[in-house]
């Protein structure tokens, strides 16, 4: 595709953002793209769209916050560079232009051509998927152009919504695909193999809009006690084991499939695992997942990845976890309740640990000793213990950046000159074409998302 706007490719209404979502008449007022195709089949879309959104999550975005938030170090060139905050536009060049394009426009398509034919089920997936989509881009930059975003040439300068609004679109979003995943017509087509995540499984998918949920108002829940009680009530409705996890599984041996830690790792070498923060903090506990999270045993004395999150060709890459929406939950209980509601906090933050160890392999034995030595919850250890244990299972999933920002947890000291960035940088995309929509303070990575208090 030609790269004229990436954040401006196609026409949709400013009814993605207030509309109700329900009606068969979404987005039927909607311009169409001439450069896009209109004979692609929606499983060609989904297979792409989700590929291209595993690949993007997995890759830039996976690395600068796991640098950020010092789960990786970087060790030379251009992650040495990241490690200590320096950075430019151009370095998001690609990360927002994959998310504007391969992933949201892409995603637009098969959702009106799929609203138009009466494919529901993947009507309701490619809600959960821009709802997904649009939750790590707000959290990544703050305000972003969307509402005016996709007008192709008639709007090569799209104005940018406010976070916090968008981040109600997200929730209608959800909404919207749940009461589409739950209709009883599925539509003549639904989705198959070609779906990685769930296989085409309506009500997996509708328990991931729940998990999404959880995740926009957890992320709001501070100073906002009835946020938390609103994602209780949603991770109830979401994942009740980790077999419900929404992971993408379809990269493979193939050079041009490979996992983009995978990649990364045999192309360039310049980030290292074992000497940052977090797997100090592993070692400091005796966490028995050190060694299942890091390969130290290379012949070069370096260190990799181990195969779960990236040391092999097919590794998965995360994208919302039972172990999550438990940690979630016990942050949630204490806010709601406080030291009254210890108890249940822990059982949800032990629940976490032991699912997190599960999937890892960690042998029952040594997750008993582990929970018999970090297991225990107290009022003065509480919120720091949870994010913790929620930060090395969120192992470079860049949720733990949002939760830092939201918690100040764990405790991290500076890299850099300056302080631990709190957002990304816009592209030079957005400097070059579209300046003046771009918000004050564009080019520091200290403003706030509008959660960040």
Known sequence: MKKIRVSAIISIGVALLFSASCKKTFYTSANVNPNAPTSVTPATLLSTIEGSLAYTQGGDMSRFASLFMQQTNGISRQSSAYYTYIFTGQDVDGLWGNLYTS????????????????????????????????????????????????????????????????????????????????????????????????????????????????????????????????????????????????????????????????????????????????????????????NILIDTTAADGGDYLGGYYGGAPNAPVELITYEELQFMAAEATMVVNGAGALASAQTYYQTGISASMTKLGVAAADMTTYLAAHGTLTTANAMSNIVWEEYVANYLNPEAWTTWRRTGYPTLTPTGTTNTPRRLLYPQSEYSYNKANTPAGSTMLTPRIFWDK
């Open 103 to 290: 992933v949201m426009e892409n995603d637009l398509q098969l959702m009106m051509a799929s609203d138009a034919k009466g494919y529901n089920v993947y009507s309701g997936v490619s809600r959960v998927i821009m709802a997904y989509t649009l939750q790590l881009t707000v959290d990544n930059w703050g305000s972003i152009p969307y509402s005016k975003a996709f007008g192709g040439l008639t709007n090569l300068q799209p104005a940018y919504d406010q976070d916090q609004a968008l981040y109600g679109v997200a929730l209608s979003l959800c909404d919207s695909a749940i009461y589409y995943l739950n209709l009883p017509k599925a539509g003549f087509l639904t989705p198959g193999g070609e779906d990685m995540i769930y296989g085409g499984n309506a009500a997996a998918w509708a328990k991931f809009a729940h998990a999404i949920k959880a995740r926009l108002y957890i992320h709001q829940s501070k100073g906002a006690p009835a946020n938390a009680t609103l994602a209780l009530a949603e991770i109830a409705q979401s994942f009740s084991a980790s077999s419900d996890n929404a992971i993408y599984n379809g990269f493979g041996a193939n050079s041009n499939a490979n996992n983009p830690w995978y990649q990364f790792n045999n192309q360039r070498g310049d980030i290292s695992f074992a000497s940052a923060t977090m797997g100090a903090g592993m070692l400091a506990n005796a966490d028995p997942r050190y």
